[in-house]
């Protein structure tokens, strides 16, 4: 479960500077270049998951991926152990002993959440022993998988295969307790509060994902960041850990890269470029002018 849940976790977050005010009708892509003294920092939005039968990228990821020297992601998916990683969501995902997912919910959220969970062909007897987050994802990840999305489609999956055939090299942004740190911090009632908003939002995950999909793909940032944003903005103290603090934390390493002599492709989940504390938001104010590609 590991790897595909986080790459659930990243889809959350879609999981763009691409702001608002930047785009007229004239179609553009997910992907902006920053111009260092002697280089171009490539800033590419991500769907960790694509349809299986619509997953080719745009064209201007080949372009920044052709004229980078090195592939950087929010995890380094190259260097990923899953062992390792199966190892830590055990250490931090299950419920304290004792504890089960329906005394922490109540009769009626875990009866809501059972039928949408055997809706979708999963068993309560997996899920029972688990943190609220963790099922979220859980859940998220399956719907997405019935309505023909492919985390081995993903942005990440398709160009980190590219670069382990090319030789290219590949670096991460943050570790994977890093990534999912601020899903274990929170709350014990944020965390059922995430759960009750996916659970509701699963009717209509079919619609807005195309909605997703064809903003992400046309680079329609004004769209796209309002379908991005609406529940993260039902729940400030999710947006926080899993989008604010990351951006201020990889800014250092993205304005180091700027400070550098070779192109880089960086590829984070789209709504880290979306909006107010976004990266390229934080980058204008660093003095920098992101250009979109089309």
Not at 176 to 181: N, R, T
Request: glycine share 8%.
């Amino acid at each position: 479960m590991a790897r595909t849940a986080l790459r659930r976790l990243l889809a959350l977050s879609l999981l763009g500077g691409l702001s608002a005010a930047a785009l007229g009708a004239q179609a553009a892509s997910p992907v902006w270049a920053v111009r260092g003294a002697h280089n171009t920092v490539y800033l590419a939005g991500s769907l960790h998951m694509l349809p299986a039968n619509d997953a080719t990228l745009p064209a201007a990821f080949d372009r920044a991926y052709a004229d980078s020297a090195k592939l950087v992601m929010e995890l380094d998916l190259a260097k990923l152990d899953p062992l390792e990683a199966m190892s830590w969501m055990m250490d931090h995902s299950a419920l304290p002993q004792g504890s089960t997912l329906r005394t922490v919910l109540g009769q009626q959220r875990y009866d809501h959440l059972s039928a949408a969970a055997a809706s979708l062909g999963l068993s309560m007897a997996g899920l029972d022993s688990q943190a609220p987050w963790v099922v979220g994802i859980e859940l998220t990840e399956v719907a997405y998988t019935h309505e023909g999305f492919d985390p081995e489609q993903g942005v990440e999956e398709q160009l980190v295969r590219r670069a382990q055939s090319d030789g290219k090299p590949t670096a991460g942004l943050e570790t994977l307790p890093e990534q999912l740190s601020g899903l274990v911090a929170l709350s014990r009632e944020d965390q059922v509060r995430m759960l009750d908003q996916t659970v509701d939002e699963l009717k209509d995950l079919k619609s807005e994902t195309r909605e997703v999909t064809d903003a992400w793909r046309h680079g329609d940032a004004a769209h796209l960041a309002a379908l991005l944003s609406t529940e993260y903005n039902s729940l400030p103290s999710l947006y926080k850990p899993l989008v604010t603090d990351r951006n201020q934390r990889w800014l250092p390493q993205v304005q180091q890269m700027l400070r550098s002599n070779d192109n880089v492709l960086v590829v984070v989940g789209a709504l880290h470029l979306v909006g107010p504390g976004g990266l390229l938001e934080l980058l204008r104010k660093e003095g920098f002018r992101p250009q979109q590609l089309k």
